[in-house]
């Protein structure tokens, strides 16, 4: 019985996944994201230099920062 239904959950789930991304857009998330993202760079920066890192520590900083900014970027469903 449980394979029998298995289409109908997977077209559920599709059903779901479009109509969250239809409110996504229509809602304009994407640029909601977007003006986010813009204040928590500089904060981000701004929390790096007062934790007084050395000198050769700070491109490795600087480079997980970047990854953190494009993962959480590439997350984002509206933005893909």
């Known amino acids: 019985m449980a394979l029998g239904l298995a289409p109908f959950a997977h077209a559920d789930e599709a059903s779901k996944m479009a109509k969250l991304e239809e409110m996504l ?13 813009v204040q928590v760079q500089p904060r981000m920066t701004n929390q790096m230099k007062q934790m007084n890192l050395p000198d050769d520590a ?23």
Not at 25 to 37: P, S, Y
Not at 60 to 78: H, N, V, W
């Open 58 to 80: 700070r491109p490795a900083a600087e480079e997980m920062q970047k990854r953190i900014m494009a993962l959480i970027a590439e997350s984002f469903p509206g933005r893909n």
């Open 25 to 37: 857009a229509l809602t304009h998330a994407d640029r909601l994201v977007q003006q986010i993202m």
